[in-house]
């Protein structure tokens, strides 16, 4: 198998170490691009197995093979036109999160995708097969918690901006231009990917939502910055059968209020609560008995040798393969996409907004 880096730098360096840890049964041939001298030549000495080029475009110049797979790791307003040039190269596109930069960007790629009969995934599934939130999945399945009427899923950090608190040297963060947006696009991939796992809506309905940008004496004054720190929505996920779930989202990376985290699924029957990232591996069940409110505590780590890190290449390489996977690809991927894409619109527009699992 060929894997192609397109990116260098530090998610690229990630993803080499993960490349190492796939099943060795077949050796991966690794290349990676990168136009940064610099940055090319680092990545290289720590992976010495690497064979490197100046530009994607000559890395991707020879004939493909059916499983050849591709990365994009490079800001947000650069995975259109690559991701559309590896997938028009005969080759598998792994991209990083967020996918595109709009909703008509993720059209044109899976359309690619599937003229040329490749598959193109998104690294938003970094959090998917986790120990605790498939036990929350077999919770629904199972009925434990009756019928699900409503899920909270809120995290609220006060000074935490990628460009601003952490990855300071990454300004495009700050720039709408370059990133498509704030934290929604930012973590807002990895969120809608893990609740609409869960759920698995037919449609979502984004009744209401907002952004705002509150304003620090930290705030970067010699670059863009017009992203939201901030962002809320009521959504309505409509289920097979009819049935439906009211979702009320919160995602702030800068706040005045309180920080905490909230993610908790209410039923009939009972409610659990549990963090789908790093926070704990706590899972809180909460249901009746005898008239008082019985509580459950499991704790449920992650085992195993492919961290959240590792996932999105192991998953992307199984799914390739041909084998079960967890891989979030063409028509999901770009549905998980479309549901950040809505929430935009809907906050700008004031008008609800309707995204249908079928984007084609």
């Given at each position: 198998?060929?894997?192609?880096?397109?990116?260098?730098?530090?998610?690229?360096?990630?993803?080499?170490?993960?490349?190492?840890?796939?099943?060795?049964?077949?050796?991966?041939?690794?290349?990676?691009?990168?136009?940064?001298?610099?940055?090319?030549?680092?990545?290289?000495?720590?992976?010495?197995?690497?064979?490197?080029?100046?530009?994607?475009?000559?890395?991707?110049?020879?004939?493909?093979?059916?499983?050849?797979?591709?990365?994009?790791g490079t800001p947000p307003f650069t995975h259109f036109e690559l991701s559309r040039m590896a997938l028009e190269s005969g080759r598998h596109v792994l991209c990083e999160?967020?996918?595109?930069?709009?909703?008509?960007?993720?059209?044109?790629?899976?359309?690619?995708?599937?003229r040329h009969n490749r598959m193109l995934g998104c690294c938003s599934d970094r959090f998917l097969g986790l120990c605790k939130t498939e036990e929350i999945k077999s919770m629904l399945h199972s009925q434990t918690l009756g019928e699900v009427y409503k899920v909270t899923f809120v995290y609220r950090n006060q000074r935490a901006r990628a460009g601003v608190e952490y990855q300071k040297e990454s300004k495009w963060f700050l720039d709408r231009a370059k990133s498509a947006?704030?934290?929604?696009?930012?973590?807002?991939?990895?969120?809608?990917?893990?609740?609409?796992?869960?759920?698995?809506?037919?449609?979502?309905?984004?009744?209401?939502?907002?952004?705002?940008?509150?304003?620090?004496?930290?705030?970067?004054?010699?670059?863009?910055y017009d992203v939201e720190g901030h962002v809320g929505a009521m959504l309505k996920y409509c289920l097979a059968g009819g049935k439906s779930v009211w979702v009320q989202y919160e995602r702030a990376s800068c706040t005045h209020g309180e920080p905490y985290h909230h993610v908790e699924l209410e039923g009939t029957?009972?409610?659990?609560?549990?963090?789908?990232?790093?926070?704990?591996?706590?899972?809180d069940?909460?249901?009746?008995?005898?008239?008082?409110?019985?509580?459950?505590?499991?704790?449920?780590?992650?085992?195993?040798?492919?961290?959240?890190?590792?996932?999105?290449?192991?998953?992307?390489?199984?799914?390739?393969?041909?084998?079960?996977?967890?891989?979030?690809?063409n028509e999901q991927a770009v549905f998980n996409f479309q549901c950040l894409q809505a929430i935009y619109d809907c906050a700008e527009s004031g008008t609800p907004q309707t995204v249908p699992h079928s984007v084609l």
């Open positions: 198998m060929r894997i192609y880096l397109i990116g260098a730098g530090v998610i690229g360096r990630y993803h080499a170490e993960a490349i190492r840890k796939l099943p060795a049964g077949e050796p991966v041939e690794l290349k990676a691009a990168d136009p940064n001298v610099q940055a090319l030549a680092a990545f290289t000495e720590t992976f010495p197995e690497a064979k490197s080029y100046s530009d994607a475009r000559s890395m991707l110049a020879e004939p493909a093979r059916e499983d050849d797979i591709v990365i994009v999160k967020p996918l595109v930069m709009n909703g008509q960007e993720a059209k044109v790629l899976l359309e690619t995708a599937k947006g704030g934290i929604l696009m930012d973590w807002g991939p990895y969120d809608f990917t893990v609740l609409n796992d869960l759920l698995q809506p037919e449609s979502i309905e984004v009744a209401a939502a907002w952004t705002s940008k509150p304003v620090t004496q930290a705030d970067p004054a010699d670059t863009t029957l009972g409610a659990v609560k549990w963090s789908p990232y790093f926070e704990t591996d706590q899972i069940y909460k249901r009746d008995k005898e008239g008082q409110v019985e509580t459950t505590e499991n704790l449920m780590a992650h085992n195993g040798p492919f961290t959240v890190m590792d996932h999105p290449i192991y998953y992307f390489y199984l799914k390739v393969k041909g084998l079960d996977s967890q891989a979030t690809i």
